[in-house]
């Protein structure tokens, strides 16, 4: 019988063979610097074919609640000879201790489809290449997207979909994950949200050691980023959005400043609010940050919640009828669907031209 050893129970990376550099990390646009790396983790599945998997690895920013203890923690050793002048330059290692451990060396994520056991072999595969594709360095595109390039390339991708790429979401509604990391939750079946941390929010003080209270004006505040997920099952995108949506839209912005606001202390001039377009996954969500935080919000990618509700209270078919640009990889399967449908039209336009 297979044995499936899911990625949160990892204890060591020992023995991880990379057959592929994603991404060396020196793209300035990549969040965080991320190095990401494709191989197989002998063991993490036991049958005879190992399975792919997506390794990325980073280094969080240093926390800066407790710098006194934090450079008693530093070891330095010497990067470069002393030039004789006022610079000295070294390697620091910190010291972390089972009474103080301030951060990782690096931050590792394990995307591993794989462990979805009751997935078949091609969903498994359609979730490990949006992976892959997502986390590879690549030529970043832009597509002018109108309703009809939507609804005959965009929602044809959408529906390709595994229903099991935002199984996570539903275990985070259900409760039944991340409950440490939950700030608010109303479950109302139509207009319902509920709010908690980004794991993107590294800095973030430890919900099972730190009292909530401390996390008021805690420093780490200014890489805020929070997440809220709607309890609506039937929104997937700012395209599904209409009039009927507005009390769930509304709420989310209210709701959300107040509970970031009473809990870290933010005001509102700090916070920013907005929705992808296209979204990492086909779940409504709305991402809080601190305007300082700057990964994510490119022109051509991010819109302004408040800005999305007063369209919609405008034209409840705003977002059905105009046209959008999206921004993705080159890489990307859903510019590759773009761009063939793109050709296609070019190719019929010729054709008419020709007769």
């Not at 972390?96 to 301030?102: C, I």
Request: proline share 6%; net charge negative.
């Amino acid at each position: 019988m297979t044995t499936v050893k899911v990625p949160e129970k990892l204890q060591t990376l020992r023995g991880f063979k990379v057959s592929k550099i994603l991404n060396d990390g020196k793209d300035s646009s990549s969040f965080g610097n991320v190095v990401a790396l494709l191989g197989t983790f002998p063991g993490l599945m036991e049958e005879e074919e190992e399975e792919s998997v997506v390794l990325k690895l980073s280094r969080p920013p240093i926390p800066l609640d407790d710098l006194d203890q934090l450079a008693d923690a530093i070891t330095l050793y010497e990067r470069m000879p002393y030039s004789g002048m006022e610079y000295g330059y070294y390697h620091g290692v910190v010291n972390n201790s089972s009474e103080t451990f301030f951060a990782p060396y690096v931050s590792v994520d394990v995307l591993y489809p794989g462990c979805l056991k009751d997935e078949s072999k091609e969903a498994k595969a359609k979730l490990l290449a949006k992976h892959i594709s997502r986390n590879q360095a690549q030529r970043p595109v832009i597509f002018r997207e109108n309703p009809k390039t939507y609804e005959n390339a965009h929602l044809p991708y959408i529906e390709a979909i595994p229903s099991s790429a935002i199984g996570w979401v539903h275990k985070i509604l259900n409760k039944e994950k991340e409950l440490e990391r939950l700030l608010f939750d109303d479950d109302d079946v139509n207009d319902g949200f509920l709010l908690n941390t980004d794991p993107k929010w590294t800095t973030h003080p430890d919900p099972k050691t730190t009292p909530k209270e401390q996390w008021m004006n805690h420093p780490s505040t200014r890489e805020l980023y929070c997440l809220g997920l709607c309890h609506r099952k039937d929104v997937r995108s700012l395209r599904d959005l209409r009039a009927a949506h507005l009390p769930m839209l509304r709420a989310m912005a209210k709701k959300g400043r107040e509970v970031i606001k009473n809990t870290y202390g933010l005001a509102n001039e700090s916070l920013r609010i907005f929705v992808h377009y296209p979204p990492q996954f086909y779940h409504f969500h709305v991402h809080f940050t601190n305007v300082s935080v700057e990964h994510g919000v490119s022109a051509e990618r991010a819109h302004l919640l408040d800005d999305v509700i007063e369209n919609i209270e405008r034209d409840s078919e705003h977002y059905a009828k105009r046209s959008i640009t999206c921004r993705m990889g080159e890489n990307d399967e859903l510019w590759r669907r773009f761009k063939e449908l793109d050709d296609k039209a070019g190719a019929e336009a010729a054709d008419d031209d020709a007769r």
